[in-house]
Every structure is written in C-alpha cells, then in structure tokens.
C-alpha cells in the first residue's frame, strides 16, 4: 500500500492527478474506520504522511487552508494519542513540524551528493588541519602497504649511488671532511638534489653538519631502534669505518629488539606535537625520517607541515532557564484554573497563562486540561471558561486550531471520562457551541471530524446549545452558509430524509431544514382547506419570505399540489383509470388545475429558473407514478395553454442536461414531438412578427 501511496504522490506532484482526488485519498487515510482500533491504524497514517511529504506543498495553498488546518488538526491529536506506536507518533510529528516549516525538510544540504577528492582534502584542511597530498601516478602504495618494513613513502626515481651499496640513513654521509664520499641523494648535497627524498626517507629540516645530525641520531634512537644500530656497528668493523659511527659502549642480548622501530622526530623542539591524532597522509615535507614502521600496538607520530589551528572552544552559553517540563506546566495550568474559578478576574489568569511560557507544542494539550478541569464545574464557572479561551485567543496567546486540536484531544477522552462525568458530551457541546459564537472554529471545522455519526449525537447538540445562546435565523443562516451535509453527521443506518427529519424534529431543530418540513404540512393544509386564499395566506404566514424564490421550494409547492390532484381524481381507482382516465376525471384535473393556477403564478411568473423547477418537479411526479400512458403530456399542455409556464421554460428544460431528477429520458420520449411542435411554433410567430 506505502508503494501505491507513493506512486499517487508523485503523479499529483507532477499536476498527472487532480487536487479533488489528492484530497480524497488523504480524507481515507485520515478517518477513523469502523471496527479499527486506532492502534491498527498505523499503516494508513505513515501513508498519509507519505503523501503529505510528497504533495503538500501542492495542496497547501490559501483556498484549500481550511482542509489543511483540518487535516493536520487531526494528525496533531493523533500525535499525542498514546495508543499508537511512537514511531507513527514520530512520522506524525515530523510531517507536522515539516509544513510549520514552509514545507522545507530539516536536514536539506546542498552538498550532500557525492565530493571529488579535491573536495575532501578541503575539507580535511578546514575541520582537521590536515592536509592529505595528491597520490603521484609512480607510487606504487599496494606493494608498501604490505611490506611493513619498508618506508612508507619512495622516490619514483630509482635509488642510486653508493646509497644502493651501504643502505645509508637519511642526513648521514660516507664520512666528513675532505675527501669524502657524497653523492646527489646525500644531505650535505641538499641544495643541490632534485628529488626532495633521502633515499627514499622523507626529511622537513634543513640538512645540518654531520657530527651535529649523528649526534642527534643516535640520541633520538636510542633504546628504540637496536638492531639497527647493532648492525650499523657490525658495518662499521667489516668496512673499518670511523670510530665516531660506531656505537659506545656494547649492547647486552636482552636489549635487542627484533621488532621495527618507532618512528621518531629529528628534534622534538622543532615540530609541534600533533594534536588530532588520527592516522592519515601528511605531505613528505612534513614527512618525520623513520627507518621502518613502528612496533606493533602503538600509533604512529605524524607530524604536520604547520601547526594546527587551535581548537576553538564554544562560548559557553547564558544561563538560560529551560523550558519547564510537561507536568510542570500542567501543575501550572490547573493552578491558574483554580485560581481564577475563585477570584473571576480574567486578566491575573491571562496573565498567568503569559507567564507560564509554554511551548506551542504544548497549547493544545493545555487547552485541554482547562477543558477537563471545568467539565463537571456548575454551568456559570463552564461559562467563565470559556470566556478566559476567548480572551486568550484575543491576547494571541493560542489560536483557533490549538482550540479545535485540545477539542479532538478531550473527545478522544470521552470513554474515560464518562465514567465519572455521564453528561460529559452536553458539557462539551457547551464549549463548542460558545466556541462557534466566538469563532474559534466554525461549523465545518466542528462538523469534519463527527461524520458518520461519530460520536453522536454531539453535533446534534452543539447546534442545540448554538440555538440557545443566540437565535434560530442566525444558527440557520450560519448553517446554511457553513454547506454542511447533515445526513452525513448522522450514523450511516440513519442517513435518509425521513430518517433525518425524524431526528431532527426530536432534537428540535427541524427549523434547520424549513422545506422539509414545509414538504409534509402543505399537503396537510392543501387537504384541509383547499381554497388558493387559504393556501396563499398559510405560506405567507408559515414560510420566510426568503424562500419564495428558492428553487427548493418551488418544487414542494409544485409537488404538493400535483399530490392532491392525483388524490382527487384516482383515491378509489385502480392502476388500469392511471393510463385511461375518464372524461369526468380529465376535467376534474384540469378544474383544479384551474383553481391552483393563482398561487402558481404567483410564485412562478417571470422567473424561468423557478418554471423550470416545476417541470421537473411534474417529471419526478409521473417517475414515480411509472410515467402512466399521457400523464406528462397532459400537464405540459394545461400548464401551456393556463399560461402558468412560458415557452422559454419548456425549451430550457428540454436542452438542461442535469442528472439530480429521475427520468428524464422517458419524460422526453413522451414530450418530445409535442417540443418540437413548440420550438416551430415559436418559430413562425417570430417571423410573422418580423413581417
């Protein structure tokens, strides 16, 4: 499924997928599944912050911002929940954190894609202060790095001169004085040599004389090197070289070490100690002359060509207070709650809430404890609460959606909570309702995370609650602007009109829905007093004048009427009289059609739109009465010829294509040559008249 997710999520960051079906795969992630624990839920949630990391900053723009707030309201309630695995508790977090952040990731670096080798001896410079040379195209480095006994580092050019015959160390020559024996790779030569290595040893210091470079030599290696210069002293004697290269003083048997020796410095006055001991190549200037590799088990000593940048130490920061702790701010919360239900001075509480300091993170979950604090406080002290919410809000201390994520925090309490609190849901829907008034949040945002009947009936009665501290045209008004689909917010087995008018009409809230309660009293009074006067002076009494020219209720009045006359003329017949009424029955339906014909237009005349509701208020009629053999054309001819709908309107529901009203199709079949009859009719007359 993560595949899948991240498949669509590309496509709709390439514009391939339409923001319409984005959102309703993230809404499928999002809601709670029937028979799910929320702790089985973990799979859809890191799909869905998968595909909010990849299409976000897509969706995330000013006209879709109240879907997004929705969206991460709930991921932040889901954050806190504790019944989730932290790493989806983590996932949650870092995609909410991610589009604070304007959508750009935490750990995004330029130049974390591949370096050259240029690059990392740069960057060994600047954080190291090492530097590693270039590797020449002769070395040959596998053979050397096999062979611990022999230097690290070799000429490309092939050692010559009388060094190939005695193996000379580096800075020692074939005597001193006149007459000795030097050739270009002797140090004594050194301003003279090309190749910048002593027979393949490295040296960084300025040749010195002979007697002051032995002396130092051998002060340097004693007690470390041994068997060299044991065998140094076995030379001497063979070759009967000078006295002064051989060794004072005899070596006993126990000293001699058959291990290579350390590697030294020439004078440890001249180069600094390094100070980041780490092995790695150093250019040969700053090359240490060694005789073969150190003894087993001890590092190294490298030496650099400068000294090391000092290490720089971080100032030491201020001595700033962290930010309290969790239960430390929730102690602190439920101190200024109850110190304000004592005293009722709003500003010591907002002042206290300032005070407090508390980390955006924490609001929501602040929010809620103020909540549940006042739950089962008397309903003047509720009343209190939410006026500190208000005025907090007003400070810019929280905002609208840290309310509306404390709100989904407490629901998610409820099961909790009604054990010691029952009526907890009316408490809440208190809040809500005071909330909506504030407009803290508005009736979508309230209605989103409630469809389908969760936790319901609370929706029910936080409209309820609404109704009461203000007025039923301002709720209904609000709620009509707010587009909210109030069979959803029912459970799905409940989900149908009369289901819903019943329910409402139990809630007391029927006044939401004025048509579909004027659907079932009109007939009654059509039935009861018939005359067009007494209809005429009920709707006027009964019905807001803003409705007169809604379309809605052009259609109930349409199929009102219709209703009683079909009543009228087939009450004790059976199915045959539908498709063959009588000639009595045939003007029975046209005097009462007769009779109507005031209040219809009234209502219809001059507004096509309105005439062309009342022809497909006819055409659902005969759909349900199964289209009897007729019916439809009958009507269209009386309301023609009563004047009660004008050609224009016939012709515009001809042309409409709309699919919101059955049976369309088969009206047409039954109407359509009489249409077409009208459409030339209409025609001539325009001709004649331009004659």
């Not at 190749?195 to 051998?218: R, V, Y």
Request: with cysteine; hydrophobic share 35%; proline share 7%.
């Amino acid at each position: 499924m993560l595949g899948n997710i991240k498949f669509i999520g590309e496509l709709g960051k390439l514009d391939l997928i339409h923001e319409s079906i984005l959102h309703k795969c993230i809404k499928t992630l999002l809601e709670k599944k029937k028979r799910i624990q929320l702790k089985d839920m973990g799979e859809d949630l890191e799909c869905l912050c998968q595909i909010m990391r990849t299409v976000g900053p897509r969706l995330d723009h000013e006209k879709a911002k109240s879907l997004m707030d929705q969206y991460f309201g709930r991921m932040r309630s889901l954050m806190n929940n504790k019944d989730l695995p932290a790493r989806i508790r983590f996932l949650l977090q870092d995609t909410v954190e991610l589009r604070e952040n304007n959508w750009v990731p935490r750990k995004a670096f330029i130049d974390n894609g591949p370096k050259t080798i240029n690059q990392i001896r740069q960057d060994a410079v600047k954080d190291l202060g090492v530097f590693i040379p270039a590797m020449t195209s002769g070395m040959r480095t596998d053979f050397f790095q096999d062979n611990p006994f022999l230097p690290t580092r070799m000429s490309r050019e092939t050692l010559g001169g009388l060094a190939d015959m005695f193996g000379q160390m580096p800075g020692s020559g074939i005597g001193t004085g006149p007459g000795v024996i030097q050739d270009r790779y002797s140090p004594t030569m050194g301003r003279h040599r090309v190749n910048p290595l002593f027979n393949g040893h490295g040296g960084h210091m300025a040749p010195a004389s002979q007697s002051q470079f032995d002396k130092s030599f051998m002060k340097t290696n004693q007690g470390q090197n041994l068997l060299f210069q044991n065998q140094t002293q076995q030379q001497a004697q063979s070759k009967d070289m000078p006295p002064r290269f051989s060794k004072k003083g005899q070596l006993n048997a126990d000293e001699i070490s058959l291990r290579p020796a350390q590697s030294f410095l020439l004078n440890k006055t001249q180069v600094p100690k390094l100070q980041p001991q780490i092995p790695t190549m150093i250019p040969p200037s700053a090359q240490p002359p060694r005789t073969s590799t150190p003894p087993l088990g001890q590092p190294p000593q490298l030496g650099l060509k400068t000294n090391p940048p000092p290490i720089q130490e971080k100032p030491q920061k201020t001595n700033k207070k962290p930010p309290p702790a969790k239960e430390e701010l929730l102690k602190m919360t439920e101190t200024v709650m109850n110190e304000y239900l004592n005293s009722k001075n709003i500003g010591d509480a907002v002042n206290g809430v300032r005070e407090m300091k508390a980390p955006k993170h924490f609001l929501p979950e602040m929010l809620s404890k103020i909540i549940v604090c006042s739950l089962d406080c008397p309903d003047g002290d509720k009343e209190h609460v939410s006026s500190l919410i208000h005025a907090l809000r007003t400070e810019g201390l929280i905002t609208g959606e840290n309310f509306m994520q404390a709100f989904l925090n407490v629901l998610d309490q409820c099961p909790k909570l009604e054990g010691d609190i029952p009526l907890v849901k009316s408490y809440l829907a208190q809040f809500a309702a005071r909330a909506i008034i504030a407009e803290l949040m508005s009736i979508a945002d309230l209605a989103h995370p409630l469809e389908n009947g969760t936790h319901f009936p609370l929706f029910l009665l936080c409209l309820q609650q609404t109704a009461k501290l203000r007025d039923k045209e301002w709720l209904t008004d609000l709620f009509q602007q707010s587009k909210v689909n109030m069979q959803k917010m029912l459970p799905e087995i409940d989900q149908n009109k009369d289901r819903m008018l019943e329910i409402l009409e139990g809630k007391g809230l029927s006044f939401l829905f004025p048509l579909m309660k004027l659907e079932k009293e009109l007939l009654k009074q059509i039935k009861a007093d018939p005359a067009p006067q007494s209809i005429y002076k009920w709707i006027k009494d009964n019905i807001s004048p803003k409705l007169h020219t809604d379309k809605g209720f052009v259609n109930i009045l349409m199929t009102s009427f219709l209703q009683y006359i079909f009543q009228e003329m087939y009450s004790n017949d059976g199915d045959d009289q539908l498709s063959a009424p009588s000639k009595e029955q045939l003007d029975q339906e046209k005097q009462l059609l007769l009779a109507f014909k005031p209040v219809m237009q009234k209502f219809l005349h001059d507004h096509v739109d309105l005439q062309v509701s009342a022809l497909y208020a006819l055409q659902v009629h005969c759909n349900t009465k199964a289209f009897p053999k007729g019916m439809l054309l009958r009507y269209f001819v009386n309301f023609y010829d009563m004047e009660i709908i004008e050609e224009e309107a016939f012709l515009a529901w001809k042309e409409d294509i709309t699919q919101e009203f059955p049976g369309k199709g088969k009206a047409l079949f039954q109407v359509n040559q009489w249409l077409t009859w009208l459409e030339t009719a209409e025609e001539e007359e325009s001709e004649e008249e331009a004659d």
